[in-house]
């Protein structure tokens, strides 16, 4: 950090400003601005974690060895930290947040886990950051992911080459290692029967089967993971919506820092669907088969490709944290929470079985032996009411339909209505 | 759109709303969500652009044969327009961007020049559309830059692994030609010592010699890339700071439509650094050698790795182009040019050759035969201002270091005063 000297005021000019008052190092900013010919390549404020001992946990994944390439850090990831303070306005903000914020999401998600404000990425949601972590992971790693599941997994692991050609045959592509999860084994995969892959996607509460795992079953993952030397990267988009006693977060799990990134974001606590708020935890902890500690990479393809979430978005992030915020957002969990007993209560009167729901948004509606894109087409000609094909989160949704908790009261109760009538 | 039809209201459930009123078009909802298999592949909905017919041009680069892997378009891509009237909050938003914003920066900045409104992919920043090109292209192409450049292209591009290792002895990556941009060739690279690649990125004006192509420089690079069949990624992030007659955007050069992507940003002209907007304009006669158009891939991008920018952005991106707008806008320009020519007086009244600045806010300054990071320390250590070391951006930016405007008046006239005490 450019903050990290306590040397006489400098006049800074970095990529956005020229001048400022900031307390600077020049040993810092050489060292970070590093240019690759001749000098040492270390960019010692990339991630502050200890070089990995002989003796760290490695997973068995390798280095995307494109980022093994890259020369120094990024030319500007240093910013004067007088660019908040004058005026008040930040102008560019660290690629990895704003300080306070990611304090404050440690504080409040992960209180004594282990995590650091240091292993945690803002960002501008929970979407943009699995690509951002593919693209971290290059193409020579395959992945697994749970069948169903949300669909930008695996469309972005297609993107990055990851995977082979689409079999229309099982409607899977080559390469992924598709979980089936399924109201027999409790939405929970047979691990027993699935093949070890470099990175593991895994949603809980899922979307879209509302399924959240339990802390044995995630207790059985995490192991699996280590004993295959696989990264899990854990989505928790959903957690504050678990009503149990089931993990809100993976690092509960002991020993999950060393195998899993965890991916999450304000946009189902807060209505922050549009303005764009996530975050990532990559803890130093989590090493690629050679020793490099994965949130180095990471951290350079956030400054590399993203320049940090808005500043607008991420002081609303920071007033969501703050005690009437975070009242705020459980009042929001809980209106949804209530519009999804109205949906599972109307699907269970017409004798449907529904999963999900308890931990989740989401109802997930069996329809037996039915085409999923038949049974959208007739809810919505015949009821006006726009659900989600289960098979569009992959051949394991085949049969189902998911219905959102998310709306307006009396939008849920007339579409409640309407499906009485439909289904009577 | 789900707009496109006019049936009876629809109550709709997209991923974040369940239920909300809309005209609702099942036929292209089914078509635009059309399960992979079985039924035709053809995403509706994703660019409006016709059929290529055999007689248009096509560049001679190759579509990523990951994009051809992917099925149909990604599941959620169709918000109901009725999110952005109950209630007034729009929720997720088009992940091209808010339609009125769009048509916006079509009409102000590409007024007659073909460019529509669904050319343009509103975006979190150029930076970060930088990469999201480079994800659409993939691993097998070849780049150019310019040398000097801004870094983010060098580095996109070895991350995506287009690139060769670093050599050290020339301080260049294996398989990137770098176009040599140097006072004496007015900063526009002899094309005739060009090698072919598949994507030329071009700044302009450039960060960070400060350089604007001229009309007919353009002219000339426009031919190259279609002699060529290459795509220009044209980087015209600090148009509104050009003086004279060069063009605003490249598509003023007849002919630009087939062969150029143009990105911006609004972070230069209305101090939304941190706010994070920008655009890419993708033509719809661009194609791939295959005739695919590049849009209708570069779209699935955007709906599988983002989400669209921020929804408060955009409203503050939209009043920018409002006359009142636009008018703050061309004075905080105006600020900085000040700034730019007081830094300019400063270094030419020490004797010092000084480049850019009159289309830019950035000063290149000349220090022939030293090392860029010497005169960034000598800087630095003895009058305590942050310059850029231009060795930075490419081995081309040895012996210079750029000066950026962007700052308080009162800092820039202290900076000034520092640096004639230091070189007296």
Redesign the interface.
């Known amino acids: 950090m450019a903050t990290a000297g306590a040397g006489?005021?400098?006049?800074?000019?970095?990529?956005?400003?020229?001048?400022?008052?900031s307390p600077?190092s020049?040993r810092a900013?050489?060292t970070s601005?590093r240019?690759?010919?001749?000098r040492a390549s270390v960019n010692v404020r990339c991630v502050s974690s200890p070089p990995a001992a002989d003796t760290s946990y490695k997973t068995k994944v390798p280095r995307?060895?494109?980022?093994a390439?890259?020369?120094a850090g990024?030319?500007?990831p240093e910013r004067?930290h007088a660019l908040s303070t004058?005026?008040g306005?930040?102008?560019?903000?660290a690629e990895q947040g704003e300080k306070k914020l990611r304090s404050a999401i440690a504080a409040t998600y992960y209180p004594d886990l282990g995590i650091e404000d240091a292993d945690i990425f803002v960002s501008?949601?929970a979407?943009?950051d699995?690509?951002r972590l593919q693209?971290l992971f290059?193409?020579n790693v395959s992945i697994a992911v749970q069948d169903p599941s949300y669909?930008?997994y695996v469309?972005?692991s297609?993107?990055?080459?990851q995977?082979g050609?689409?079999q229309?045959d099982v409607?899977k592509?080559g390469n992924i290692e598709y979980m089936r999860c399924t109201p027999e084994n409790g939405f929970f995969p047979d691990l027993s029967t699935v093949a070890r892959t470099d990175v593991i996607f895994f949603c809980s509460p899922n979307n879209p089967t509302g399924a959240a795992a339990s802390r044995d079953q995630l207790t059985k993952l995490v192991k699996f993971a280590k004993d295959n030397g696989s990264i899990i990267v854990y989505d928790s988009a959903y957690a504050m919506y678990i009503s149990d006693d089931s993990p809100k977060s993976i690092f509960e799990i002991p020993g999950a820092k060393e195998v899993a990134i965890e991916t999450a974001s304000f946009s189902k606590y807060a209505?922050f669907?549009?303005?764009?708020?996530g975050w990532t935890v990559v803890p130093k902890e989590l090493l690629f088969s050679d020793g490099h500690p994965v949130a180095k990479d990471f951290n350079r393809?956030v400054c590399?490709?993203?320049?940090?979430?808005?500043?607008?978005?991420q002081a609303g992030g920071l007033a969501c944290l703050s005690p009437e915020g975070l009242k705020a957002m459980r009042d929001v969990v809980g209106f949804y929470k209530e519009?999804t007993e109205i949906?599972v209560d109307t699907f269970t009167s017409l004798g449907f079985n529904v999963y999900g729901a308890k931990n989740a948004p989401y109802v997930w509606v069996h329809f037996p032996g039915r085409n999923?894109?038949d049974v959208f087409?007739e809810i919505?000609?015949k009821?006006?009411?726009?659900?989600?094909?289960g098979?569009?989160?992959g051949p394991g949704g085949e049969g189902f339909v998911r219905?959102?908790?998310?709306?307006?009261r009396d939008?849920?109760i007339?579409?409640a209505r309407?499906l009485k009538q439909l289904y009577k």
């Open positions: 006489a005021p400098a006049i800074t000019a970095s990529s956005s400003s020229f001048v400022s008052y600077f020049l900013w050489r601005h240019q690759p010919a001749g995307n060895a494109n980022m390439k890259l020369q990024y030319l500007f004067a004058i005026d306005y930040s102008g560019y903000g501008d949601g979407k943009c699995i690509s693209v290059g193409s669909p930008a469309d972005s297609v993107i990055m080459g995977t050609l689409y229309q409607q592509y209505g669907t549009g303005v764009r708020l393809i590399t490709s993203f320049n940090g979430a808005s500043n607008i978005a519009n949906i999923s894109w087409a919505l000609e009821a006006n009411v726009v659900t989600t094909p098979s569009g989160f219905v959102s908790a998310f709306g307006h939008n849920i007339e579409a309407r």
